[in-house]
């Protein structure tokens, strides 16, 4: 590559620069730029890609992984399990929605305990009352232990056991 340039006193010229350079020398410079640019632009994008997974890792991954293992103990049957709202974003909702359920779970589990103990309770006061009545066939003696098992199984204090008579139409206190 060849420059000229002329070199002049204002009215007349009174020289020239000559300035050359072999393409060689300017290839091997733009080749070391274009090296230079591609470890920098390399290196930015690492940092900008380890940036981004540390962002996300924090911002979203780790918080849904929370919400995921709490998820899982409730199914295990750790009913104390409730995750933290962070946030008012999609993962601080999902978070508040799983408390909301885990709540209503522990509650609907408690009444079906619940219900499940009194018919324990009935189902044994049955089977009592009708293992008395097995033992003997005279009513005027099965009639006080049958009623003292219904009132202990209904945690009643008094009752009493009224039997139609033999035509039908009246009552008897027993």
């Known amino acids: 590559y060849c420059m000229v340039m002329p070199i002049s006193d204002g009215d007349a010229t009174t020289g020239a620069i000559l300035i050359s350079t072999d393409t060689k020398s300017i290839n091997r410079e733009i080749a070391q730029k274009k090296i230079r640019d591609l470890f920098i632009a390399f290196f930015g994008a690492l940092v900008l890609g380890a940036s981004i997974y540390v962002l996300f890792d924090l911002g979203f991954a780790r918080r849904v992984k929370a919400v995921s293992a709490a998820a899982l103990k409730l199914a295990a049957g750790d009913m104390r399990i409730r995750t933290d709202v962070r946030g008012n974003d999609e993962i601080g909702y999902l ?47 099965v009639l006080p232990d049958v009623l003292d098992r219904v009132l202990g199984s209904m945690g009643a204090g008094k009752g009493a056991i009224v039997l139609l008579d033999q035509d039908g139409k009246t009552l008897l206190l027993k």
């Open 95 to 141: 978070a508040m929605s799983f408390n909301l359920l885990a709540d209503e779970i522990t509650n609907w589990r408690s009444n079906l305990e619940e219900i499940a103990a009194n018919r324990v309770r009935e189902l044994t006061a049955l089977f009592e009352v009708v293992d008395t009545i097995s033992k003997s066939l005279e009513l005027d003696k």
